[in-house]
Every structure is written in structure tokens, then in C-alpha cells.
């Protein structure tokens, strides 16, 4: 129901029925703003005949002065203050604080963090495998003794790495493949609930293993639900909280996945002088130990109201948010308007929501692009060392004990970033972040790079590693990592929201599985024996990462659903979303009566219906 023709320009009076019409004004102050004025209400006709739909359509002249205004919604037709609602929700929502959201949304938030937990609970898993790469008793079971320049030595080779790393990143796939199906029919609560079940099943090859063989197996399993995992967590947050606490919440999701490293490695810096079997079965056995009571505390969650009302289920959806927030009825009323108003407007636009094709299809392929390419950065901006620590310090000339010693301040010192970024996502903005972290990265890896060929065979080189290392890490932590899963979150359509974070994760797990591939090779002494020069190709490839961003990523920040809607079928360019933010701030939602609306053609083009 999204238009821009003249609105009643072209039909009798007597043809329409109740109006509110708002667009954006240019106003050099909120304080400019007096009242808004309800007008042009009238009854409707005796036979009952709805308008026709509006026209898309722009007018070919831009009046003077006028030339950048975006447009803003008009509430919709109706009888039954429909439009009253959504013109009061979207004004709330608006003008609430971060503050005073927290106060209205203590349950959503909640609910939120406790599937945030299962992210921590996947970030455990998975940096055990890499950990183990690096463990002593681990190599000795199930690695194969190779010589090296110091004598012989145990090791995974690299045939297995590849294997252990990429079982579970393709199987992940399989899996986000799935979830963009499932849940579109199933809900987020009950695939949550399957996937945590899954996951229980997969852990039993891995403590029972007797070889390597198993284990990979187990990997597979369990990648399966990994891949619902690290998106549902963030689809489900970004549905259930208002815009202005999302980014807070939202760069939750990154740090825990760096709590579920920690905790991963400081297990294994904990048990790396154990010298029996269960050095490594005792980690293992710690996965049940997350997913059985997640499992119980899910299963009592509220369904995702966005959900409900993507399936017409209006009364369970009312009831879900009740279950989210403080507000009154009538509060809850406007918010159910607002996302009955938005989920109508896609559905007009056929944004479908029930194949993956729909995502490539008119202005949503320009928001799957940039999605899938903000995921991707991830894996090509060098974070991959970080995840292979351990051994990359191994390999740099540390022993094991200091190697995981380095490994858990590194992090630290992420998850100190994380906190910080709370505040810096909220006030310099989406894009900015996500900008500087990528050229923090290309300098400091191209600094590590320098340093081991310029230093290479002197202790403090070492070190000098480690310390780059630990930099790129809070650098990461700090901007890329919590920013990119705010903005694959939000640049969705809400009817695609599932499938388009489904195929970003599948995205950057292709990039993933080559990293799998090309990292091992790159630190093991038994193939390129890179050592700190690997630094060199992820430099590379987080420049070609900084170059696209630059040019292609919109800033999200302030920007309800809707509005984003409107400037993706508009096909805004970039520089027009910080515009409209900039003039959100300094304009107010007006109502214009019919005479001004004829006289100035950029009124009717700046609303909708």
C-alpha cells in the first residue's frame, strides 16, 4: 500500500473515506512545530466502495529547495483508528530513549540474552577445535608424528584440519539452508528448541571418539545446528526490542561469542598439563552442560510477535507482546498496527517471503548483496587468526603453556572491546564503525607482516606478534565484529529477514570454509610455513573489504523498518540514509490539507497510503 502519486488529486471527495495524511516537513527546529492538525475527515460513501490503490509515481519536477527530501509514511485508510495507531506507534517508537526502552522492554531484552546464550554456548564449541589443534595430549591420540626443524613432533596434519574446521562449516550450511525454510513455517521458539535438541545428539560421537574419523563426524552433526544457532538468536532479538536499543543489544551477539572463546580456552589452559584422555573428553562433555538447560529455558519463551503477525495470528501476537513488554493495551495496540501496517506494504510490494528467490527480486537484492558482503568482511578482515591463536602463537616460537596463556588475555582484551563498542555503536553510527575497524585492521596486519620478515629470528619478535595480535583482536571487537551483526539484522525486510541473514551466514561460511583451507597451509611447518606473513593476505583482502563498504554500505542507524523499506524501493544511494536521518532529527511527522497538498506536488510524493 505504498504510494507516491498526488494524494485525492485525482478522486472526488465523496470517493474516500477517513484520512490522516503526515509527511516530512522541512523545519529549521522541533521547536517550529506547534500542533499537528487532524483534517479532511469525511464519511464514506453510502455504497461502502474502497479507494482504488495508489499509483506509483514521482513527480518529474522537483520544486526548489525540496530537492533531497525523502518521503516519510502517511498512516493508512481506515475506519477503525487504524491509521491513528500507526502514526502513534511509529511517533513512539521515535521519540522513545535508550533509557526508557529498557524500562518498557525489560522482558524482550531478557528473553533476548537468554538466547544470546546459546552464541556463547557455539562459541565454546567451536573454539575447542581449534584449541585442540594446539593441545599436546590431543595431538598425541589422534596426531601423527612429522619431523620439524626442532626434532619430531605430533601433529593434525593439515589433510585433517581441513576436515575437522570444514565439516562443520559445510554441514552449517546445510543448516542455515534449512532454517530459512522451517522457521518461516515453525516459528523461532520451536526451531531453537529442535536445534538444541540436535546439538545434544551431535556431542556423543565427539566424547565417545576413538579416532579422528569420529570426531569429524561429530562436527558435521553438530554444524547442523550451528548454523540455526548463530542467526536465530539475532533475527529473534531484532524482532522483539524497538530501534533504539537494537544496536546495544544486537553487538551483544558478537561479544558472546567472544565469552564462548574465553571460556573455551581458558578450559583448555586449565586441563593442558593433564596428560590423560579426559583433558580433552572433559571439554566435550562441558557441551551439555550449556545446551540441556537452554533447552529448558527456551522452551517457555515468547514467539516473535513479527512472526505472528507474518501469519495472521493477531490475538497470539498481542499476547507475546504482553509477554515483552510494560506497555499499556493501548500502546500495545499501536506497536500491533505498526507491524500489521509494515508486514501489509511488503506483502504489496511482493517481497514474498517463502522461497530464496524472493530475495534477489527488485529492491531486496540490493539489501541481500550488501548482507551477504557484511558478513563476508568478517572472514576476510583477518579475524581467522584470531580463531587459530593458539597455534599461530605456537608456530611463532611460544610454548603451549604461554601460547593459550596469550590466547586468553587476547580474549580479554575482546570482550573489553565489545563493552566499549555499547556506546560507540550508539553514537558515531553503524557504517562509521564498521568503516574504521576495516582500515585498523589493514594496518595492523600489515604491520605484523612487516615485522616477520624485518625481525625474523629475534626473540622480541615473538612477542611483537603477540601484541599485534591481541590489537587486531580488541581492534575487531571493538567495530566489525559486534557492528556487522547490527546491520545484517537491519537492512532486511522484515518478511525476509530469516532468509536473507540465512544466506549472509551461508555467505561468509564459504568464505569460512577457504580460510579453513588456506590457514593451516599457511601456519603449519609441514606445508607453507608462512608464520606472521600470513598477516599479508588477510591485510589484502580486509583493503578490498574497506573499498566496497565504502561505497556500498548505508548507514542503518535511527531508522525504523518501515523507512528502510522506503528507501531501498526508492533506491536511495548510500549518502541518502545519514541524509534522512539528519532531517528526521530536525523535522516532525505534519498533517498537510488538500489545498496545500495540489499546490505543491512534492506533498503527495512525500506521502503514502
Known amino acids: 500500500m505504498l504510494g507516491s502519486s498526488i494524494m485525492g488529486s485525482s478522486r472526488d471527495p465523496s470517493e474516500r473515506g477517513s484520512k490522516d495524511e503526515i509527511v516530512l516537513l522541512p523545519m529549521s527546529s522541533k521547536a517550529g512545530i506547534l500542533r499537528v492538525t487532524e483534517i479532511e475527515t469525511q464519511v464514506e460513501s453510502r455504497n461502502n466502495v474502497p479507494p482504488p490503490p495508489p499509483v506509483f509515481s514521482m513527480p ?40 526508557g526502552c529498557a524500562r518498557q522492554y525489560p522482558k524482550a531484552i531478557a528473553w533476548s540474552i537468554l538466547l544470546f546464550l546459546t552464541v556463547v554456548m557455539e562459541g565454546y564449541d567451536k573454539s575447542l577445535i581449534a584449541g585442540f589443534i594446539a593441545f599436546p595430549t590431543f595431538r598425541r591420540r589422534y596426531g601423527e608424528v612429522s619431523q620439524s626443524p626442532t626434532g619430531p613432533v605430533d601433529e593434525i596434519s593439515p589433510l585433517w584440519q581441513m576436515g575437522l574446521q570444514n565439516a562443520a562449516v559445510g554441514c552449517e550450511v546445510i543448516g542455515l539452508l534449512a532454517h530459512g525454510y522451517i522457521t518461516y513455517n515453525i516459528g523461532y521458539k520451536r526451531m531453537m528448541t529442535l536445534s538444541l535438541v540436535w546439538m545434544c545428539a551431535g556431542i556423543f560421537p565427539a566424547f565417545f571418539a576413538t579416532n579422528i574419523s569420529v570426531l569429524v563426524a561429530s562436527q558435521a552433526i553438530c554444524g547442523v545446528s550451528w548454523g540455526v544457532i548463530q542467526t536465530l538468536a539475532a533475527t529473534y532479538a531484532a524482532e522483539v526490542v524497538p530501534s533504539v536499543v537494537r544496536a546495544c543489544l544486537l553487538s551483544n551477539v558478537n561479544m558472546c561469542w567472544v565469552i564462548g572463546q574465553l571460556l573455551g580456552t581458558g578450559v583448555l589452559r586449565a586441563l593442558i598439563h593433564n596428560n590423560t584422555e579426559w583433558s580433552y573428553r572433559i571439554p566435550f562433555a562441558l557441551q551439555w552442560a550449556w545446551a540441556i538447560p537452554l533447552l529448558v529455558g527456551i522452551s517457555f519463551a515468547p514467539e516473535s510477535p513479527w512472526w505472528l503477525v507474518r501469519r495472521e495470528r493477531k490475538v497470539e501476537a498481542r499476547h507475546a507482546l504482553q509477554r515483552l513488554t510494560k506497555q499499556s493495551n493501548l500502546d500495545i495496540e499501536d506497536t500491533i498496527a505498526v507491524m500489521e501496517h509494515t508486514n501489509q506494504i511488503e506483502r504489496k510490494l511482493n517481497y514474498g517471503g517463502a522461497s530464496y528467490a524472493d530475495l534477489f527480486r527488485g529492491a531486496n537484492r540490493r539489501r541481500t548483496e550488501i548482507s551477504c558482503m557484511v558478513w563476508s568482511c568478517q572472514a576476510l578482515c583477518g579475524w581467522t587468526l584470531t580463531g587459530y591463536a593458539p597455534y599461530f602463537l605456537e608456530q611463532a616460537g611460544f610454548d603451549s603453556s604461554k601460547s593459550f596463556s596469550v590466547a586468553t588475555g587476547m580474549y580479554g582484551m575482546a570482550l573489553v572491546g565489545g563493552i566499549i563498542s555499547w556506546f560507540l555503536l550508539s553514537h558515531i553510527g553503524r557504517r562509521k564503525l564498521y568503516l574504521t575497524g576495516l582500515f585498523v585492521s589493514c594496518i595492523l596486519l600489515t604491520i605484523g607482516g612487516i615485522l616477520s620478515i624485518t625481525m625474523k629470528g629475534n626473540a622480541a619478535l615473538n612477542w611483537g606478534l603477540g601484541a599485534i595480535l591481541i590489537a587486531t583482536t580488541f581492534a575487531y571487537n571493538l567495530t566489525i565484529g559486534p557492528t556487522c551483526y547490527v546491520i545484517v539484522a537491519e537492512i532486511p525486510s522484515t518478511r525476509l529477514r530469516v532468509k536473507t541473514i540465512a544466506l549472509a551466514r551461508i555467505a561468509y561460511n564459504c568464505f569460512q570454509i577457504i580460510n579453513n583451507v588456506i590457514a593451516p597451509q599457511m601456519l603449519n611447518p609441514t606445508a607453507w610455513d608462512l608464520e606472521g606473513r600470513s598477516c599479508f593476505v588477510y591485510a589484502a583482502t580486509a583493503l578490498l573489504c574497506l573499498v566496497y563498504s565504502y561505497f556500498r554500505l548505508p548507514e542503518t542507524q535511527g531508522l525504523s523498518y518501515l523507512e528502510l523499506d522506503m528507501l531501498f524501493e526508492k533506491h536511495a544511494p548510500t549518502a541518502k540514509f545519514k541524509e534522512l536521518q539528519v532531517r528526521l532529527a530536525n523535522s516532525a511527522y505534519l498533517t498537510v490539507d488538500r489545498a496545500e497538498r495540489m499546490r505543491n506536488a512534492w506533498h503527495g510524493w512525500l506521502t503514502y497510503s
Open 60 to 99: 518529474d519536477d522537483k520544486p526548489g529547495g525540496m530537492q533531497d527530501v525523502l518521503w516519510l509514511p502517511r498512516v493508512s485508510n481506515s475506519s477503525d483508528e487504524t491509521g491513528a495507531k500507526v502514526r502513534r506507534g511509529l511517533n513512539a517508537e521515535k521519540e522513545m530513549t535508550l533509557l
